[in-house]
Antibody, heavy 116, light 114 residues
Framework: EVQLVESGGGLVQPGGSLKLSCAAS????????MHWVRQASGKGLEWVGR??????????AYAASVKGRFTISRDDSKNTAYLQMNSLKTEDTAVYYC???????WGKGTTVTVSS | DIVMTQSPDSLAVSLGERATINCKSS????????????LAWYQQKPGQPPKLLIY???TRESGVPDRFSGSGSGTDFTLTISSLQAEDVAVYYC??????????FGGGTKVEIK
C-alpha cells in the first residue's frame, strides 16, 4: 500500500524555523519526484514546491510565496522528503501535505502554526 | 504563473440533480505534442486531504464513480456530477500541471445539498 506520512509540525514564532518530514512507503521513492502542498484553515490549496529524483538532478522548484525561505530536500536511503522552513511568517500557518507527482496519494498532513 | 479561476464559489444542488463546476486557466494547458490537457480535479471533504478524481481533464481515477466526469480543452474545463449523492458534499478544486515549475490550483467550489 502506498503511504505518505508527514511529521514535524508545531508552533513556532515568527522569524523561526521548522523542518517537516514526509516518510514514504509502498512505491519506488527514489524514482519519484515529491511535492509539498499547504492549506491554511478554511482556505484553498497552495502548491509549495517540489523536488525531482536523482535522475533529474534533484531539481527543485518553489512557489513565489516561499522562494528563498523554504528548501526541499530528500534522503532516498530513508525514503523521506523534507521541507525546511526558515524566516517563517504568520501567513505560513497551514496544514502541510506531501504528495507524489500524480497527486494520487496524499498524507494526512502536519499542522504548522506561526504565532507569537 | 498560470492562474486558475473556478466558478461558482459555491452551489447547492438537490439530491439526484446535476452539479456543474467550471474552471478557466489564464493560458492554455493543452500540450500540443501529445494533445493532452494538463488539468486535474480533486475532491476534499472536511478534515481530509484532497482526493484525485480526474486527470488529463477527462480521465477518471480508478475507483471514482462514473457520475463524475470532466470535459473541456485549452483554457476552459468543467467537472460534472451527473446525479448528486449525499457523499459528494465537499469542496472541489481544479489544478494545472502544465507548468511543472509552478503548479497552481483553483480557488475551490463548495458543493452542498439544496
Amino acid at each position: 500500500e502506498v503511504q505518505l506520512v508527514e511529521s514535524g509540525g508545531g508552533l513556532v514564532q515568527p522569524g523561526g524555523s521548522l523542518k517537516l518530514s514526509c516518510a514514504a512507503s509502498g512505491f519506488t521513492f527514489s524514482g519519484s519526484a515529491m511535492h509539498w502542498v499547504r492549506q491554511a484553515s478554511g482556505k484553498g490549496l497552495e502548491w509549495v514546491g517540489r523536488i525531482r529524483s536523482k535522475a533529474n538532478s534533484y531539481a527543485t522548484a518553489y512557489a513565489a510565496s516561499v522562494k528563498g525561505r523554504f528548501t526541499i530536500s530528500r534522503d532516498d536511503s530513508k525514503n523521506t522528503a523534507y521541507l525546511q522552513m526558515n524566516s517563517l511568517k504568520t501567513e505560513d500557518t497551514a496544514v502541510y501535505y506531501c504528495t507524489r507527482p500524480d497527486m494520487d496519494v496524499w498524507g494526512k498532513g502536519t499542522t504548522v502554526t506561526v504565532s507569537s | 504563473d498560470i492562474v486558475m479561476t473556478q466558478s461558482p464559489d459555491s452551489l447547492a444542488v438537490s439530491l439526484g440533480e446535476r452539479a456543474t463546476i467550471n474552471c478557466k486557466s489564464s493560458q492554455s494547458v493543452l500540450y500540443s505534442s501529445n494533445n493532452k490537457n494538463y488539468l486535474a480535479w480533486y475532491q476534499q471533504k472536511p478534515g481530509q486531504p484532497p482526493k484525485l478524481l480526474i486527470y488529463w481533464a477527462s480521465t477518471r481515477e480508478s475507483g471514482v464513480p462514473d457520475r463524475f466526469s470532466g470535459s473541456g480543452s485549452g483554457t476552459d474545463f468543467t467537472l460534472t456530477i451527473s446525479s448528486l449523492q449525499a457523499e459528494d458534499v465537499a469542496v472541489y478544486y481544479c489544478q494545472q500541471y502544465y507548468s511543472t515549475r509552478a503548479l497552481t490550483f483553483g480557488g475551490g467550489t463548495k458543493v452542498e445539498i439544496k
